[in-house]
């Protein structure tokens, strides 16, 4: 249950990844394989099937094709212990009764039985995982004193206590200002160079280009994989968005 | 003092007083869930469902306390397999599966009584409570407050973040299981004290009166608790004194209670105070 990879092949590998919602073809044959320590973004128009991706590789929906973590091949929700998942604007009631440090706390449950109460090292696991977001101190707060970029970064920690190699963000960079982009990009790196893998879904291709290591264009199936440089190309964005000349000054604009 | 004190003199009072706390305690024990997981509308319908078990199990001759822990199994059961259905919100078959159960029980006791026991299972009749009543809701009640206790941390993970619950573990869908049969339960529990109609009222008021308060779920479920004891003792005092029907009388002092703490708190939610942090 380590963090540390006990395989040789990549950390995620997904083969021939596809989904359907009755008759129509949400997802096809999507295949890549991603490493210990990688800053992917995922881009692709509204409606391209990211979050269905997400979804599909921590088994949230029915798909077609293999999804393995570390080697092992998941069947389940619970061989994918080893995947932590924030969803886009999820629907949780940020107003329930529940402290910073109870969320995190929580991201320890894979460690323990139902009828288990949490132990101190559960307890120094999640202060860790605080401080590693830079939220310390902010455990006995209640969710609705948090910022929108405090708050990504809560469920970062709750990844990271949950001890996920792999670390998956829908839109984490929608909806936050500038200084909060930044400052999650700078708690993503550290985290990336320390090993844990963040794959995060955005819209931001300039941020895509400079902040990440490696990007990953979808639309109904993959259209390029790669460095930021080769994927953020006419042809791959022609191919993801239809056209690239949504881009004002056409791609080259994208270039640092 | 002895406004307070005078009910209680007969015995049937005291017995009365005990069944009242025990509602008192366990349905918001358990309504703390249904209303932290906006599941109102399914204790309301459960509730008025169980009628039909009840119903049956009152016409045959049979322990009206198994009829209904049967109508709620039932229910529940039926409930997975209808909110399967996309065109219909679940609400919709809630209320369908609700309506329908009560008309039932409505339907069969109407055949074989006159009208006098329907209104008791309907609103309760607090003041004929056996001890062999109190018993059982005692020995129910222990039960449904120590399931809660048991599963408090798992209620807490997959109310929250049901995704995430699943991810680490939780079983999700038996935790959701195992509230539903609390909820028949508390109707059990409530069907001598506040009656089927009622139920609904001590499972959801003190909980949402708490829920007004309280920062913290430990301090819900105990301040639900509190409230729920004082309303039920409280409206049963006031049924003494006015004549009134205890049932409906309790439930009109929990209600009461919603009110004035919803009065107190409005100035400390209107303007939407998110604090960051510095």
Redesign the interface.
Same mark, same amino acid.
């Given at each position: 249950m380590s963090a540390v990879s006990t395989g040789t092949g990549p950390l995620l590998e997904v083969d021939g990844l596809g989904v359907h919602y009755a008759a129509t073809v949400a997802l096809h044959d999507v295949s890549f394989a991603v490493d210990r320590g990688e800053l992917v973004a995922v881009i692709g128009p509204n409606g391209a099937g990211k979050s269905t991706m997400f979804k599909a590789i921590?088994g949230?929906v029915n798909h077609q094709g293999v999804v393995e973590v570390n080697g092992v091949h998941c069947h389940d929700?619970?061989d994918?212990?080893d995947?932590?998942?924030i969803?886009q604007r999820?629907d949780?009631?940020l107003h329930?009764?529940?402290?910073v440090g $109870?969320?995190v706390m929580?991201?320890r449950?894979?460690f323990r039985h139902?009828?288990q109460?949490?132990s101190s090292a559960d307890r120094a696991a999640a202060e860790s995982a605080l401080a590693r977001v830079r939220l310390s101190g902010?455990a006995d707060?209640?969710l609705? $004193?948090?910022?929108g970029g405090?708050l990504q970064r809560a469920y970062v920690a709750?990844a990271l206590a949950?001890e996920a190699s792999v670390v998956l963000l829908d839109e984490a960079l929608s909806g936050v200002d500038q200084p909060t982009t930044l400052e999650l990009l700078d708690v993503f790196r550290s985290l990336a160079d320390e090993g844990t893998t963040i794959i995060v879904a955005t819209h931001d291709l300039a941020l895509a280009r400079r902040r990440f290591s490696r990007c990953i264009a979808v639309n109904g199936t993959l259209r390029g994989d790669g460095a930021p440089g080769e994927v953020l190309s006419s042809d791959v964005l022609d191919a993801t968005f239809g056209s690239a000349s949504f881009v004002s000054g056409g791609p080259d604009a994208l270039a640092d | 003092m002895h406004w307070l004190t005078d009910p209680f003199q007969a015995e049937f009072m005291q017995r009365a007083f005990i069944a009242a706390v025990i509602t008192g305690v366990v349905a918001p024990v358990v309504g703390t869930w249904v209303v932290l997981r906006r599941m109102a509308n399914l204790g309301d319908a459960m509730s008025h469902g169980t009628l039909a078990g009840v119903g049956i199990a009152y016409a045959a001759g049979a322990s009206v306390v198994v009829g209904a822990l049967g109508a709620g199994l039932v229910m529940a059961v039926l409930l997975l397999v209808f909110s399967g259905n996309r065109r219909l919100g679940q609400e919709t078959v809630i209320a369908v599966l609700g309506t329908a159960f009560f008309a039932l029980g409505v339907v069969v006791i109407s055949r074989v009584d006159a009208g006098v026991e329907l209104t008791h299972f309907l609103f309760g009749r607090v003041l004929t409570v056996t001890w062999a009543d109190v018993w059982l809701n005692l020995a129910l009640g222990t039960a449904a407050v120590l399931a809660v206790a048991l599963l408090f941390g798992e209620l807490r993970l997959a109310t929250f973040d049901h995704v995430q619950a699943e991810q680490v573990g939780v079983r999700v869908e038996l935790v959701q299981g195992v509230l539903v049969m609390l909820l028949a339960v508390v109707v059990v529990i409530s069907l001598r004290s506040v009656g089927i109609v009622m139920a609904v009222t001590m499972l959801v008021t003190p909980a949402a009166t708490a829920r007004l308060l309280a920062r913290t779920l430990r301090q819900m479920t105990l301040l639900a608790v509190a409230f729920g004891v004082t309303e039920a003792v409280g409206g049963l005092i006031l049924s003494y004194h006015l004549g009134s029907a205890p049932g409906a009388t309790i439930g009109l002092v929990s209600a009461a209670g919603f009110a004035v703490v919803f009065g107190l708190t409005l100035p400390r939610r209107m303007p939407h105070h998110h604090r960051p942090l510095a």
């Open positions: 921590c949230l929700r619970t994918r212990m995947l932590a998942y969803p999820n949780n009631d329930f009764p529940i402290t $109870e969320l929580a991201g449950r894979r139902w009828w109460r949490s902010t707060r209640a609705t $004193e948090l910022s405090q709750r949950q | -």
